[in-house]
C-alpha cells in the first residue's frame, strides 16, 4: 500500500494508457487508410483526454495479412503509415504533449515475408533455419502434432522445398519464432534497443505467453467442454504450446533491458487464470513485465455480483510488488457500448477509470461507439474470414474514428478501409465536445478527477457491501478517502454510504439513491 509521503510513483503507475489503431484514427494522405501523420494531427484530442501515453498498434512493414502483426521488417515503418522521419515527428509531438509513447512488439511470430523466413526456408542448412521451428512430417506423412492455429486449422504448414513442416500459432503467413535459439533472441532483443535508442517509451508485448514451445513439442490435450460454435483454436487446452516456464526468463530479460533506459514500462498481453497470469511479474529481486495485460472486465458477465468476484480474486492474487490494470476494449474485443448498452458504458468507464491500477482506454470508447454491422463484402479480419458467423470477428471495433460531422466523419476526404459507426454524424467528436453531457465530457471529467486525487490514482482499494446489483468500493490515500457506488441494473437502488458526490455518470442527483445505470464517485 502507498502512503502519502512515500516518493512519487513511476509515470505508468498513476498514469492511463490511450490505445491507438493507426489504420483507423485519421488518415492524412487521402488513402482511407490512417497513418502517422494522421496520428500527430489529432494528437491535441489524446492531450485534450488527460491521458499519459499512446500505444500504437503495429506500424512495422507488413503484407498485412493480419494486419500489422505478421512483420517483414521490425525495424522499419509500413510506407502505408509514413516513414522513419514520419515517426519521429510523431515521437517528438507526442512528447512536446507530455505524452509517452508505445510500440506494440510482436515476438511469437514474423511475416512469412521476413528476410529472416526467406533465408530459413531456403534451405535446411541455411544459418537462419533454426530461427523458426521446423519438424519432420509425423510417420503418415501429417503435421509434427496436434496443435491447431488460434485462426483454425492445423498450426503446421508444409514447405514442399525442404520436405519440413513449419510451426505457425496464427495463420501460415505468420511462421513462429524459435526463441530458444540464442541467435534469434539476440537479433530481438536489439530489436528492443533499435527503438528505445530512438525514444519510445515503452512497448506492449504482443501474445507474450505464447514465445516458448514445450521441448519435444507434445499433443495439446483435448478441451473436454468445447462444443461447435465455439473458435475451432479451443478444441484443444494450449498446454504445451503456450506459458512454458522458459518464457518467462526471456521475459525477465527483456525487463531488464528496459529498465536499463530508466522509466521504461512492458506491457505484456496474457491471457491466463490468475495464478498463471500473476507469475508474470516476476519477483522483486528478478521481475518480468510491468504489467500484465488483465482483460477479465472484457471476458466475464456484466453484473454486479460477477464483477464483485472478478475484481475481489485479481487483487487477491497480486504479488505485493505487482501492480494492477484494467480495459473495457481493445482492437480485438467487441466495443464495450455495444456489449452492454450506451447506458452502461458510462458505468463502464467510471469502473475503469476508478479501479486500482492502471487504465487502457480504447480509441472511440470516449464517444461510446457501439456495434458497427459490417458488410459480408468489407469484412477484412482473417479470423473471422476463415471461421464466419460465430461472433470472432475484429473489423467491428477497428472502424474508423469518427471525427465531426463532415464527409467521411472527418477521418479521411475518400471512403475509408472499414465503414463508418452508422450513426457517425451525431456522434462525433466535435459533436460531445459541444455537450456537457457527453461520453467524451464523462471520459475528460474522470480523467481529471484521477488527476486531480491521487486515491483514484494510487491509492489502496477495498469493496464495501451494498445492495444487490450495486458495486461499491473505496479509495484510500493517507487521510484521503473516496468511495465509488455504480448501479449495475436499470433500477433505482440505494447508495451505500453517504457524502459529497464529485461525480456522476447522469446530471444531478444525490438524495441517497442511485438512480438507473448510475455511477458516483463520493467523497
Known amino acids: 500500500m502507498r502512503h502519502s509521503d512515500d516518493p512519487p510513483p513511476p509515470w505508468w503507475e498513476s498514469g492511463t494508457v490511450y490505445q491507438i489503431y493507426p489504420r483507423s484514427f485519421q488518415d492524412g494522405d487521402g488513402d482511407g487508410v490512417g497513418d502517422l501523420a494522421g496520428i500527430e494531427r489529432r494528437l491535441d484530442h489524446v492531450a485534450a ?42 515521437l517528438a509531438a507526442a512528447h512536446a504533449r507530455g505524452l509517452k509513447l508505445l510500440l506494440d512488439f510482436v515476438p511469437n511470430h514474423s511475416s512469412d515475408q521476413h528476410p529472416w523466413f526467406q533465408a530459413s526456408r531456403s534451405s535446411r542448412t541455411d544459418t537462419k533455419r533454426n530461427w523458426y521451428i521446423w519438424r519432420d512430417p509425423a510417420p503418415d506423412g501429417g503435421p509434427p502434432n496436434n496443435w491447431i492455429s488460434d485462426f483454425g486449422g492445423s498450426a503446421w504448414e508444409f514447405d514442399a522445398a525442404t520436405g519440413q513442416y513449419y510451426l505457425h500459432a496464427f495463420l501460415r503467413q505468420q511462421p513462429d519464432l524459435n526463441w530458444r535459439n540464442p541467435a534469434l533472441k539476440a537479433a530481438m532483443l536489439d530489436v528492443m534497443r533499435f527503438w528505445f535508442d530512438r525514444g519510445v517509451d515503452g512497448f506492449r508485448i504482443d501474445v507474450l505467453w505464447h514465445i516458448v514451445k514445450a521441448e519435444g513439442l507434445p499433443d495439446n490435450p483435448p478441451n473436454p467442454y468445447w462444443r461447435p460454435g465455439i473458435t475451432e483454436r479451443d478444441r484443444l487446452i494450449q498446454q504445451h504450446s503456450t506459458d512454458q516456464p522458459e518464457a518467462h526468463a526471456i521475459a525477465a530479460e527483456m525487463r531488464a533491458l528496459a529498465d536499463s533506459y530508466g522509466e521504461r514500462v512492458l506491457i505484456g498481453e496474457i491471457f491466463l487464470p490468475n495464478d498463471r497470469h500473476a507469475r508474470w511479474y516476476g519477483t522483486p529481486e528478478r521481475p518480468q513485465v510491468h504489467l500484465p495485460f488483465n482483460f477479465q472486465l472484457i471476458e466475464n458477465a456484466w ?74 463484402e468489407r469484412v477484412r479480419d482473417p479470423q473471422e474470414l476463415r471461421q464466419p458467423g460465430i461472433g470472432i470477428g475484429r473489423d467491428r471495433s477497428r472502424t474508423p474514428m469518427p471525427w465531426d460531422s463532415s464527409p467521411f466523419a472527418g477521418f479521411s476526404t475518400v471512403e475509408p478501409w472499414l465503414p463508418l459507426n452508422p450513426d457517425w454524424r451525431t456522434r462525433n467528436v466535435a459533436a460531445q465536445e459541444a455537450d456537457p453531457r457527453s461520453m467524451l465530457t464523462l471520459y475528460r471529467r474522470l480523467l481529471a478527477l484521477r488527476r486531480t486525487h491521487p486515491s483514484l490514482a494510487v491509492g489502496s482499494f477495498a469493496l464495501v457491501d451494498a445492495a444487490p446489483d450495486v458495486l461499491a468500493y473505496e479509495r484510500r490515500h493517507g487521510d484521503a478517502v473516496l468511495r465509488v457506488a455504480l448501479n449495475l441494473s436499470a433500477e433505482p437502488r440505494p447508495l451505500p454510504f453517504d457524502g459529497a458526490v464529485l461525480l456522476s455518470t447522469l446530471d444531478g442527483g444525490g438524495d441517497g439513491m442511485l438512480r438507473a445505470d448510475e455511477g458516483v464517485v463520493m467523497r
Open 303 to 376: 453484473n454486479a455480483a460477477s464483477l464483485r468476484r472478478v475484481i475481489g480474486d485479481y487483487e487477491a492474487s497480486l504479488p505485493t510488488h505487482g501492480w494492477p490494470n484494467w480495459v473495457i476494449g481493445s482492437h480485438d474485443a467487441p466495443r464495450i457500448a455495444a456489449r452492454v448498452g450506451e447506458a452502461q458504458a458510462r458505468v463502464a468507464a467510471m469502473l475503469l477509470l476508478t479501479l486500482r491500477g492502471t487504465p487502457t482506454l480504447y480509441q472511440g470508447d470516449e464517444l461510446g461507439v457501439g456495434q458497427v454491422e459490417i458488410p459480408p
Open 49 to 90: 483526454l488527460g491521458v499519459d501515453a499512446i500505444w500504437l498498434s503495429p506500424i512495422f512493414p507488413s503484407p498485412m495479412a493480419d494486419f500489422g502483426y505478421d512483420v517483414a521488417d521490425y525495424c522499419g515503418i509500413e510506407p502505408m503509415f509514413g516513414d522513419l522521419a514520419a515517426f519521429d515527428r510523431l
